[in-house]
């Protein structure tokens, strides 16, 4: 019901982190989630480190590269939405008022990718599968789930990501908040950002599916992280804005209901 072999156009299919300290990440997130790991060389003494739930890959960690970590840009998790051929959008990203921030490039044979910004300042990365497809699992207990961008404009970014990924959007009727549709399929959503979030900069945000949220919010403090935000949606589940010990944030949630994986055959053929 959640094991996915292939990812259609305009989905969100990966997330990882990367870390000032890889080590320190690597040990938070299989401590909280339960996951195993297998470490793939970089080069230069250098992994990147794939995180498993039953026996499938689920995140990642990386070491943050030098020019980063000179410029003290902090810990922070990465979002990648799979596309049919990253190089046919590089001029549609720039027509379309966003920034190329680093040209497609191959990761080996893994795939080939090029991370942007959006007009409103959140970053994304969009990914053309090779070897690797992603997550092997979605949806279920230690699967990413969904991904959620906060930002100041949401008029600007609905018409950057529509343009440039075919995104349709749906208002929910009770809040501000703005459900991403890719082909007809929930595919995360958009939140206004609002005073209290001080000077959070915008982003997209992944959240991971746990078994039981109070538990893993222990957990989290027992582990030297830090919870930033919690609460409760009706109807949805109960979740946290948390940082691991390095300052990664992203979210954990303990939905009331999980959408199982389903692919047609023009999905299973991409």
């Known amino acids: 019901m959640y094991k996915v072999t292939s990812y259609p156009h305009g989905t969100f299919s990966w997330a990882d982190c990367n870390s000032t300290n890889q080590v320190e990440s690597t040990k938070f997130l299989k401590t909280l989630m339960g996951w195993e790991h297998e470490d793939m060389p970089m080069g230069d003494g250098e992994v990147y480190t794939m ?9 990642a960690s990386s070491p943050m ?28 990203v720039t027509e379309l008022g966003g920034t190329v921030v680093a040209p497609p490039f191959d990761v080996f044979d893994s795939g080939r990718m090029m991370a942007i910004q959006d007009p409103t300042g959140a970053t994304v990365n969009l990914w053309q599968t090779g070897t690797h497809i992603g997550a092997g699992l979605v949806n279920t207990v230690g699967a990413m789930m969904w991904n959620e961008l906060t930002t100041p404009d949401v008029q600007k970014a ?8 075919g995104w349709q959007f749906q208002k929910d009727d009770n809040q501000d908040y703005w459900y991403i549709l890719n082909n007809g399929r929930m595919n995360g959503g958009i939140s206004p950002m609002v005073a209290e979030m001080g000077d959070l900069p915008p982003m997209w945000t992944v959240y991971y599916n746990v078994a039981d949220i109070e538990a893993s919010k222990a957990k989290v403090k027992e582990l030297g992280g830090h919870i930033h935000m919690e609460g409760t949606a009706e109807g949805i589940g109960s979740f946290a804005l948390i940082a691991d010990s390095t300052g990664a944030t992203f979210y954990i949630m303990q939905p009331e209901m999980v959408e199982a ?7 299973a053929s991409n």
């Open 261 to 267: 994986w389903e692919e047609s055959e023009s999905t």
């Open 158 to 165: 609905t018409d950057f990501y529509g343009g440039l990924l």
């Open 65 to 92: 590269p030098k020019e980063m970590l000179d410029n003290s840009v902090p810990s922070h998790w990465q979002n990648y939405i799979t596309v049919t051929d990253v190089d046919a959008l590089v001029d549609k």
């Open 51 to 59: 995180l498993k739930q039953d026996g499938e890959t689920v995140a």
